[in-house]
């Protein structure tokens, strides 16, 4: 059985939606979520779903920076953020502005609407060209890569160190119980 160029694209298009709903339902799920791990943890998710949508764009490095920096590293600080100010753990009554609605939502629709309205009038013709071979971008990736991580790979290791001993000061220092 040999796939056609036409199911590739259904498929892509396919993946798209499913991550992209996946990534709409964390959204709600961080803004409306009365619980800060769980909100954090349901922004990990949308993320993530970044990340997918960069490996359906053929862009590698790109989604694995993604989870590296705002997955590994921007979550992990926003975690030890919310257990070094000891924040209330559990459910926050106080999180919920529920008079915010009424204005937060038509606002929030507007934006929508305005946002497609412009998106589909300034690219309603255009088509996006697919090129044949990914060699380009696999060879540009790796160029990036290489002048990236060649010579500055132990300066990073050298940072990660510093970060986890500012780290682990902190936890020290604010938790004296």
């Known amino acids: 059985m040999m796939l056609l160029a036409s199911d590739i694209e259904v498929a892509q298009n396919v993946g798209f939606g499913i991550i992209a ?3 709409v339902l964390g959204a709600l799920n961080v803004v409306r979520s ?3 791990v ?3 943890l349901s922004l990990v998710a949308v993320m993530a779903g ?10 590698e490095f790109v ?3 993604q989870v590296l920096v705002y997955i590994g590293a921007v979550m992990v600080l926003f975690l030890f953020g919310v257990m070094l100010t000891r924040a209330k753990l559990g ?6 502005n529920d008079k915010g609605w009424a204005v937060g939502a038509p606002v929030a629709l507007l934006l929508l609407g305005v946002m497609s309205y412009v998106l589909i009038k300034g ?8 090129s044949g071979k990914g060699n380009a971008s696999a060879a540009a ?3 990036l890569s290489d002048a990236i991580f060649s010579s500055y790979a132990l300066p990073f290791w050298a940072l990660s160190f510093v970060l986890l001993a500012a780290v682990i000061g902190a936890i020290v220092l604010a938790r004296k119980d």
Do not use: C, G, P
């Open 141 to 143: 990736n790796r160029a």
């Open 63 to 65: 989604a694995v920076t």
């Open 34 to 36: 009365s619980n800060v």
């Open 50 to 59: 970044a990340a997918a949508q960069y490996l359906l764009l053929s862009a």
């Open 91 to 96: 459910k926050d009554v106080d999180l919920n």
């Open 38 to 40: 769980h909100a954090a």
């Open 123 to 130: 690219f309603e013709d255009d088509k996006i060209v697919v």
């Open 21 to 23: 709903t996946i990534m």
